[in-house]
């Protein structure tokens, strides 16, 4: 049995039952987190705690008290346990608490003159945001109750405060707690009712380290501990925050691609979008339906462009979306004000110069990467980005990468990409035109020095680095000296 | 001569030309920012450099080059020189750069994902700052060029670059520059082009001293400057950043009312408010037409305190509102959206249990505050808020305050106030309720403490308190090790 325990809120795999025999048979889930953590438990070869999502997930958790193996999905000898909880308190945790609140909150989504308005729906939110992280701390314990010297690797913010309630049943073991999410600045995060923002803090200060993509959201996070968490002591130099003494590492692990989700998912654009798409120059643009992607100001800065540069006046831009949680008021609107804008664009260049791509498909968006002249991604804020790492190494056109400084990849990438304001059409526009007209031996340089950047980031560094930090915590001293 | 010059976009009286005469003759002018510093100009006996914002501002600028003696005014020894500037690159600056981008910048209301979207008109607004603070430098020097040794306080954030433009005119001359509002996050301040965020501070570090009402907004404003100015260095500590030689302190100052102002105003509610009040229990709730005051979250939690508590079932609640900017989309939304909260509160209590007065007579807003039973100022963010300190002198009722943590003013009156936060409707109504509820001789009790905390505060300290950093910033050396 492998010492190494991780936890996620959704699994790899989504159960549904089979229409013919009635029999649970595993999906691949959506979101992005899932299948880089799926790699993850590959190259671990982990015990696995995931909450059950459909009612065949509830089925295979009754038949599978001591953990389900994964061998025959291709997960060599990782075993998942899937968590039931209870329906509404699960409703409150997910739909309600961590994809709108708290989602909405770290990306700085709110209109504050209007919105939120913290009412007792909140309090039970996050009562069940509590709830079910014990639930995920109880379970890990339990995993883990036969195993020497076990190592937790708690993923994402859904999870933020299994930590605490976990070290009371595993002592001194090794705790990671990892934030795939940006952190927001101190006052950001003030909106919060004080019954959250300072208890989730403590909370997650159990852990012996707390990572997060980039540098920026490690500064941002150890301000709101400095605002928010009395007595805490913090070298933002260090990245450590100390309570007495205890002592919590917070780190920056950038994380790049997986080379084994490369490999297995092979690149495909399609007959029709390649009729469409022609000889012409393409520029893509792709991320879930989320309003954090920014597509609206991207076909705003391709239009722009169009209409000063004859180079982009004959490209094509291809706006891939992965369908993501449409239950979210925001994120429909978002899909809607996108449609809008594109279809504005088309009738008034007369032709379907943008095109909209809703789907799943992996293998699609990667072929649009590899395809692609020029890869756009504006983010307004977006806590990694891997789709930049993974289009700089699959494209072999040598294609510009224009890359939002609101993404945490703009710190590994920030000198071999074209770095841009979310915010500013005009610049987006010059740095489309730029990429689309550059000196092809120019452009080759840039990307081949861009894909040898991007390839120092691959999955197991990422892997070994949040090893080897919860290792260094051994340290017994801290640094940091009392208040 | 006085040897202080003293800047601000808007002068305390803007001429009118008389419907009989045709000749121009004053008027107060409406904005908090002026009618405080008429009371600093009245206290230093300045000279002062302001905008002509009317066509008969104009003509007084025209007849009066060597300035405009106020002594008839009631400001003794003050000139007043009235700058003219070109209408477009006025209106650029004024209706566009500062009241709306930099307003909503700085004060987070921006819904990210619809807005802001940069176009070149940006980059003409941030030339048109540039132009009208250039302006105000050549005047400043002008009008002080045969003064010794003159000092220079330049006032608020439409002025925040004056001093890069100042410096070269007046060599070692002492120069503060105070901004009145918040100051964002980093992570806020980025939303701006690099070609505004780094600029704007990089030209305010040339005065010896910026100044803050609050020590959070010193704090974030230190940490913009580490964010984008190159080769600053900055001790968070000290409060100080230096580049090259060259030694900045940032410092909060805190105002709290004008002493002046409170005794040539006198309180009024008006016969028609006090019949509708009666003997009944009151909140006030007092601000400008600026969804920054957060008066529909305020009248949520008035209705959702009224159904919980008899108290606050037999009170009313009177939102005074001064009419400001209403050019401005986002504040005409904010008034809007007020009355169709104020109207939907009353149609369900089937009585008008809460007023909305529109209204700038300043004696009205006195006399809420002082008819008050409770004070309730829930702003998202706001600067500082003297009206906090202004109710809680001249309320005689020992009235409760309820205060947002958004506020400056919570830094100084945070132990003597209910402090609250902006966007928890439910811990508003808790502390309506707590407010109305208060046992008479804890209520006396805790507003006369807090009466004698905000007497801590008046504008004479605040001003001696200017002049004294801009003498203490003649220290040679830096404190900040070169890095």
Chains 1, 2 share one sequence.
Request: charged share 25%.
């Amino acid at each position: 049995m492998s010492n190494i325990f991780l936890a996620t809120k959704r699994a790899p795999f989504e159960y549904e039952l089979d229409a013919t025999t009635g029999q649970p048979r595993p999906a691949i889930s959506a979101g992005g987190t899932a299948s880089v953590v799926a790699d993850q438990a590959q190259y671990l070869r982990t015990n696995w705690i995931s909450s059950a999502m459909s009612e065949a997930d509830q089925e295979m958790a009754r038949r599978h008290p001591d953990g389900i193996d994964l061998g025959p999905l291709g997960i060599e000898t990782s075993r998942l346990f899937l968590l039931r909880h209870e329906a509404q308190t699960f409703e409150r945790f997910q739909h309600f608490f961590t994809a709108d609140v708290l989602w909405r909150t770290i990306h700085g989504l709110w209109e504050t003159w209007r919105a939120p308005n913290f009412e007792s729906s909140l309090r039970r939110g996050w009562e069940a945001y509590e709830t079910t992280n014990e639930q995920f701390a109880r379970a890990l314990a339990d995993a883990a109750s036969r195993a020497a010297d076990p190592l937790f690797l708690i993923h994402d913010y859904q999870l933020l405060c299994v930590s605490s309630y976990l070290r009371p049943l595993v002592g001194a073991s090794k705790i990671l707690s990892f934030s795939h999410l940006p952190w927001p600045s101190a006052d950001t995060w003030r909106i919060l009712p004080s019954y959250v923002r300072g208890p989730m803090l403590e909370r997650a200060l159990a852990a012996d380290v707390i990572g997060f993509f980039a540098h920026r959201w490690v500064w941002n996070f150890l301000c709101c501990v400095e605002d928010n968490v009395q007595g805490a002591r913090i070298s933002y130099h260090n990245g450590e925050v100390a309570i007495g003494r205890r002592i919590t590492r917070v780190r920056a692990m950038p994380l790049g691609y997986s080379p084994s989700s490369l490999r297995t998912r092979p690149p495909q654009l399609g007959e029709e979008l390649e009729q469409w798409v022609g000889s012409r120059r393409l520029v893509v643009h792709a991320g879930r339906t989320d309003p954090i992607k920014n597509a609206p100001r991207a076909v705003g800065a391709f239009a722009a462009a169009r209409e000063r540069d004859d180079a982009v006046q004959a490209a094509r831009m291809l706006v891939k979306m992965n369908p993501n949680r449409l239950y979210v008021d925001v994120n429909a609107a978002y899909l809607d004000e996108t449609r809008r804008v594109i279809d504005a664009v088309n009738a008034n260049a007369g032709e379907e110069c943008i095109r909209l791509v809703l789907d799943n498909d992996v293998g699609l968006t990667l072929g649009s990467l590899a395809r692609a002249d020029l890869i756009f991604l504006n983010s307004i804020l977006d806590g990694q980005n891997l789709t930049a790492f993974e289009g700089s190494i699959l494209n072999d056109r040598h294609a510009d990468l224009v890359l939002s400084e609101g993404c945490g990849a703009a710190e590994a990438l920030g000198d071999v990409a074209a770095i841009i304001n979310p915010f500013n059409i005009d610049e987006q526009a010059d740095a489309l035109i730029e990429g689309l007209t550059r000196a092809p031996e120019d452009a080759q340089m840039r990307s081949d020095r861009r894909r040898a950047v991007a390839l120092e980031y691959p999955l197991p560094r990422w892997v070994d680095q949040q090893l080897s930090e919860l290792r260094l915590s051994d340290a017994p001293e801290s640094t940091i000296p009392s208040a």
